[in-house]
């Protein structure tokens, strides 16, 4: 069973660039059933989908953030990260990566990692 | 933007059956997931595609979409039911989320 394990910095500095990895073992990045996704939780707050990638390389992000995030995929180191770039207070949440059944638009995000808490403060 | 509402809390006694709404529009021309998210932990999925359970999530757990609405029933509810609960369905390539309901087992 794939196991996904966030990490990150912990605290960026408004303005700054946040940067995640998601290490994916018990399974394989390259699979063209899977996205591979990142989700976040602002404190006290709703799920918000931020974007996946597919084994292609192929992005889809969310169109509120589309203009600061990256993801991208590393088949060599089995890991997948997050940029979000500018990032301002309102980008503190818990930041969670997931597999992503969901490829014919019908399955669910069935492996999640456990999160990593991100706050923005100087 | 696309938007799923959810009754912000339902309250259910032990045993009782707990109904979660989830409404957006053509609903019914999309496939709803819903998640689980107790306190402190990741979210699990307990439906998708409408009605489906994955392998190891409990009988308890039905859905259903029709209409402008999907519903997330709990039969039997138990005290570890107690959580946070979201649908989700895909709109435009990219996933949404409702607003969430927190079910209470009182």
């Known amino acids: 069973q794939a196991q996904l394990q966030e990490s990150g910095p912990g605290v960026v500095k408004p303005s700054q660039t946040l940067s995640l990895t998601c290490n994916v073992s018990g399974g394989s990045l390259n699979s063209e059933n899977y996205y591979w996704s990142w989700i976040r939780q602002p404190p006290g707050k709703g799920l918000e989908w931020i974007g996946h990638?597919?084994?292609?390389?192929?992005?889809y992000y969310n169109p509120s953030l589309k203009s600061r995030i990256i993801i991208s995929l590393d088949m060599s180191k089995s890991q997948f990260s997050l940029k979000v770039h500018s990032v301002t207070v309102a980008d503190t949440a818990v930041y969670f990566c997931a597999r992503d059944s969901g490829y014919d638009q019908k399955g669910g995000m069935d492996v999640w990692g456990q999160g990593t808490p991100v706050t923005v403060s100087s | 933007s696309y938007e799923l509402t959810q009754p912000p809390s339902v309250s259910v006694s032990p045993g009782q059956t707990a109904t979660i709404t989830c409404s957006g529009d053509?609903?019914?021309?999309?496939?709803v997931c819903w998640y689980q998210q107790r306190a402190g932990q990741s979210p699990v999925l307990v439906i998708y595609e409408d009605d489906k359970r994955p392998s190891g999530i409990p009988e308890r757990f039905s859905g259903s979409n029709s209409g402008k609405s999907a519903t997330l029933i709990i039969s039997g509810t138990q005290p570890v039911d107690e959580a946070d609960y979201y649908c989700q369905v895909w709109h435009a390539s990219a996933r949404v989320f409702g607003t969430g309901t927190k079910v209470s087992v009182l």
């Open positions: 053509i609903l019914d021309y999309k496939y």
């Open positions: 990638i597919y084994y292609s390389g192929s992005t």
